[in-house]
């Protein structure tokens, strides 16, 4: 007999997930080449050749037993001490490697701080539309997450919704810019006024706050957007971060998480993290990863890769009528279901073989998703089965 929590947990497993596994299904039926998978955000240009060089020479001049062997559960310190000397070099910041924590990716890194922070009861505030998983991170330590919703104009959070929604109970506000799933960047105003909100709250229920910026997509910015990095904005921040997207590693799981300074009881907070990472089976990040992405901390994605199947899903699909949130960053597209019930329209794109995500996994009914880390001649071909679509919605 399971247990009840993940018999629960079973029950709500990821529609994500659920439609990746659809889309291989039906590829195996029609052919990869006919299926026009916009489902998993799993990245579409490969990872750096420096990192791949950088593996091998690891492999050929480390001594195995120090390269494939246990370290302090933080990570090693000359990676540690690598990352947050380029954060400082990046964004102006004074970390050491005393702030720095390696992770298993965001989500190890995201498990890790909500051990630390999170008792039963407490609550975690997510502005839909969000990655779904923070539900089951949270769950994971018996806390709930509250959903603040958009301002559907801009997909920017509601201020005032967020106001309401803290209470005693709220111990952590989770950002994701640029986001999963809109690829809405969060403008300085929204996290300046943010920052005061919080501020204001702490000091009324009488503990701190954190603010959680999740932030595998840093980098992933377009039409000369910068690349922001949120401890500036408020003191109680706590960065989670993910090689995942940037350098097209998922499967590598690695990242780190950043406990500034200035957070209220910060040695803390790190210990808590550090002894997180261990009891919950982690250890540490993976070791030749963490050696190999401190030799390629500047490298990048590339970018203009992402960008035209940008230009030319957004184009595309306005032009066929479909109403799209327009993608800052990230690889994903937000796009307004043209029926209420946009797991009809998931169907209804399912018979020209398009695989789309509800937007009720991320806490948002009435959209849907597109991730578009794919080739270009799935964007291209996927149009002309967007058209057929369009047409059955009389678009
Ligand atoms: N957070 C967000 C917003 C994501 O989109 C993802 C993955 O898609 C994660 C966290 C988890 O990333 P990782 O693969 O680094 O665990």
């Known amino acids: ?18 439609m990746f596994v659809e889309g291989n299904e039906l590829a195996a039926r ?32 480390t001594d195995p ?29 004074a970390f050491t490697s005393h702030n720095i924590v390696m992770t298993v990716g965001a989500a190890g890194g995201l498990n890790i701080i909500f051990k630390t922070i999170l008792d039963p009861g407490d609550e975690v505030i997510v502005f839909a539309p969000y990655f779904g998983e923070y539900k089951s991170y949270a769950a ?9 919703a958009p301002d559907f104009e801009t997909f920017q959070p509601d201020l005032e919704a967020l106001e309401k929604a ?14 999963n799933p809109t690829g809405v960047i969060y403008h300085e105003e929204t996290m300046k006024k943010m920052a005061e909100i919080l501020e204001k709250k702490e000091k009324e229920i009488g503990h701190e706050i954190y603010l959680i910026s999740d932030e595998p997509y840093r980098e992933l910015v377009y039409d000369g957007n910068q690349e922001d990095f949120l401890t500036k904005y408020y003191r109680n921040t706590i960065v989670g971060y993910s090689f995942s997207k940037s350098l097209s590693l998922p499967g590598e799981r690695i990242g780190y998480v950043v406990v500034p300074d200035e957070v209220e009881n910060a040695d803390q907070v790190i210990d808590g993290i550090v ?45 066929l009528g479909f109403h799209c949130i327009k993608p800052e960053g990230a690889f994903y597209m937000w796009v307004k279901s043209p029926e209420t019930d946009e797991e009809k329209f998931v169907a209804a794109g399912k018979k020209y073989n398009i695989i789309m995500v509800k937007g009720s996994a991320f806490g948002c009914a009435g959209y849907v ?24 919605y009389g678009l």
């Open 275 to 319: 002894v997180s990472n261990r009891t919950l089976g982690f250890v540490n990040a993976p070791s030749l990863l963490q050696k190999a992405v401190a030799k390629c901390l500047d490298e990048k994605t590339n970018l203009v890769f992402y960008d035209e199947n940008r230009k030319m899903l957004y184009e595309g699909l306005q032009k």
């Open 166 to 179: 803290v209470n005693e109970k709220t111990k952590a506000v989770i950002v994701n810019t640029p986001n």
């Open 140 to 148: 994971n330590f018996d806390a709930a997450v509250v959903e603040v």
């Open 1 to 18: 007999m399971i247990s009840q929590k993940i018999q629960k947990a079973l029950q709500g497993s990821s529609a994500i997930r659920a």
């Open 369 to 392: 998703r597109l991730a578009y880390c794919v080739s270009h001649e799935t964007v291209k071909n996927a149009l002309t089965a967007f058209e057929k679509l369009a047409e059955d």
């Open 30 to 61: 029609v052919g990869r080449e006919n299926v026009y998978d916009f489902s998993l955000g799993n990245p579409a240009t490969p990872a750096p050749a420096a990192l791949n060089e950088a593996i091998k020479q690891l492999v050929d001049e």
């Open 65 to 93: 037993l120090v390269l494939h062997g246990y370290m302090d559960n933080a990570g090693y310190p000359d990676v540690r001490q690598a990352v947050a000397e380029n954060l400082n070099k990046r964004f102006g910041t």
